[in-house]
């Protein structure tokens, strides 16, 4: 590979930064940078296609963060008590708290310590061994 550099528009957060780069530098940002996207002259280009693309007729190359539909959040394994004994669910935090928030007469509990709704965003759900969500009881019914 040639020494020739190439204007690569890298997006960030100002927009984007124009970079200077060689074939092969390019090659190593693709490769090395999780969750990027390379186009040139605006068609998305696979990391192993970059060898054999002759960049000199580019008019335009362009490093884009990839699409993340919702970003891989942890989720964690949580025994919601119903009609069957109960269901084991996974859900991530913010699904947690949705449900806590939302569900009518549950309580959670997290390593069979009771937590209300509103403290849920506190806990450390990575240190938690047990998750459960069961009916609250009701008194007098």
Not at 97 to 118: C, L, P, Q, Y
Request: proline share 1%.
């Amino acid at each position: 590979m040639d020494d020739k550099t190439y204007t690569v528009e890298i997006a960030d957060a100002t927009g984007h930064s124009e970079v200077q780069m060689t074939k092969k530098e390019l090659i190593d940002h693709a490769t090395h940078t999780k969750g990027r996207w390379i186009f040139v002259d605006n068609r998305m280009v696979a990391t192993e296609e970059l060898a054999a693309i002759d960049l000199s007729t580019a008019s335009h190359i362009r490093s884009l963060p990839s699409l993340q539909a919702g970003r891989d959040e942890k989720k964690y394994c949580i025994e919601i008590a119903d009609s069957t004994g109960h269901s084991e669910v996974l859900m991530t935090k913010s699904e947690i708290i949705e449900h806590a928030t939302n569900t009518k007469g549950r309580w959670v509990f997290v390593d069979n310590r009771m937590v209300s709704a509103s403290d849920l965003a506190n806990v450390d759900f990575d240190s938690a061994q047990h998750i459960r969500s069961v009916p609250s009881l009701q008194a007098g019914l």
